[in-house]
């Protein structure tokens, strides 16, 4: 099958399936386009993602996680993804077309009355609870990931971030750092491990005070000071709120995640109850009853299917993992320069004897020959003033690379010889 380039409306259709029309949007390894499904004439958007550009980075690991976590959610306020499909350079998400775009452009406008404030809000807590049924947490929850369809209704999307049940670890917790800065929950910040469904709340709380206030409850252009704001809940509500709401918010944005308010309590709150229309129900089996609206299904089965059909959800076909590097290692947040950390790894190299090879700007590799080992380091830019150094075993011992980790690497890089291991 020839390469397809989705750069025109002139060219062929995608797959023999969909007709590709205007970019809606594009970003650093992805293009967002409308295309229109031949078989049916509905209109759809497919994410065009460039394999080369995303191969050994976080953005692998966050897209095959986002497939496998889409395909366990059917509900309406949630984007549907349709179907996956790849080609040996690009995969291509097809998923439903949200026709009014994102919340946040509507937000940009103007704020929000408390009622229209509270359609949102109950139908962004409908589709978070029901994830949070399935084990699944988004972590980066925000005005930008929320469409509104022609009919005015809210539906999450982007799940490239989010956590599902078997991350927690032993105590019970979660503790990849993750989110948007704005919107990140003070139990995030404080790197000891967060319950997902906690953080998810929070994120709403914020986005319920940005719908009705217009602007954020915590900003400060010092990333720390901004941090220091939301770590200590300082923020000030405007005058037009009413009382219940200010109240509901206090709540939601209480920063000690034992006593902030669950989904269930949300539920059954004044603010959240008043004007009716709020039987919500996170069990309702949406995947049946959009299973039904849909048309007999082909008999040809395409990457999605063998997707959905494995017990273990192997992505590998869609990514061509040619390089056999090893999925092994650990990620971790820094505030030091990327030339610092490669300092850093260079002086540890020195002093554990271990030849060093860069192979990127911010890319280092570490060869150990007397222990059969290769690490493979990297460092993204999150924010500003933050970067994501990632750890990977690229071949050799599982066990000798653990011990290097743990024991040294990390605690050299972090100053924190003590340092707990984030694993992935």
């Not at 709540?251 to 603010?271: A, F, G, H, V």
């Not at 994501?388 to 690497?409: H, I, N, T, Y």
Request: glycine residues 8%; contains cysteine; proline residues 4%.
């Amino acid at each position: 099958m020839p390469e397809i380039e989705p750069s025109s409306p002139d060219n062929n259709a995608l797959f023999g399936k969909y007709e590709l029309g205007k970019l809606l949007g594009c970003g650093a390894f992805a293009k967002v386009y409308h295309a229109r499904d031949l078989r049916s004439g509905q209109s759809v958007a497919v994410k065009v993602i460039n394999k080369k550009k995303i191969y050994g980075t976080t953005l692998m690991f966050n897209i095959k996680r986002e497939i496998a976590i889409m395909r366990r959610l059917r509900h309406p306020n949630i984007v549907k993804l349709h179907e996956v499909l790849a080609t040996k350079s690009k995969i291509y998400f097809v998923m439903e077309f949200v026709k009014g775009g994102e919340l946040f452009a509507k937000i940009a406008k103007g704020r929000f009355s408390e009622d229209l404030s509270r359609k949102f809000f109950q139908q962004l807590i409908s589709a978070v609870g029901f994830c949070h049924t399935r084990g699944i947490y988004h972590r980066d929850l925000k005005p930008e990931n929320l469409l509104v369809d022609e009919n005015g209704n809210l539906k999450v999307s982007d799940f490239g971030l989010s956590a599902v049940t078997e991350q927690i670890r032993a105590d019970g917790l979660l503790h990849t750092l993750c989110g948007t800065p704005a919107y990140v929950a003070p139990e995030i910040l404080s790197k000891k491990g967060y319950d997902g469904a906690k953080v998810d709340v929070w994120s709403c709380g914020v986005i319920l005070f940005v719908l009705n206030a217009g602007y954020l409850p915590f900003n400060d252009p010092n990333l720390m000071a901004m941090y220091k704001k939301i770590y200590k809940g300082e923020y000030r509500c405007p005058k037009w709120m009413s009382p219940d709401l200010k109240r509901f918010l206090s709540r939601l944005l209480d920063t000690n995640p034992e006593t902030r308010i669950t989904i269930e309590e949300i539920l059954s709150d004044p603010w959240f109850r008043k004007g009716g229309n709020t039987e919500i129900n996170f069990y309702d089996d949406y995947e049946m009853k959009s299973e039904e609206k849909d048309e007999s299904p082909s008999t040809n089965l395409n990457a999605f299917d063998i997707i959905s059909f494995s017990s273990g959800l192997d992505l590998s076909g869609l990514f061509d993992n040619s390089h056999n590097a090893v999925d092994d290692g650990e990620r971790f947040i820094s505030a030091e320069s990327p030339e610092k950390i490669v300092e850093k790894l260079e002086e540890f190299a020195r002093a554990e004897n271990l030849k060093v090879k860069k192979h990127k700007e911010f890319g280092v590799e570490l060869d150990a020959k007397s222990r059969n080992l290769v690490v493979g380091i990297e460092i993204f830019g999150l924010t500003d003033g933050l970067v994501v150094v990632e750890v990977r075993r690229k071949c050799g011992d599982s066990e000798s690379f653990k011990q290097m980790l743990k024991k040294k690497l990390k605690g050299h890089l972090t100053g924190n010889e003590a340092s707990t291991s984030t694993s992935r």
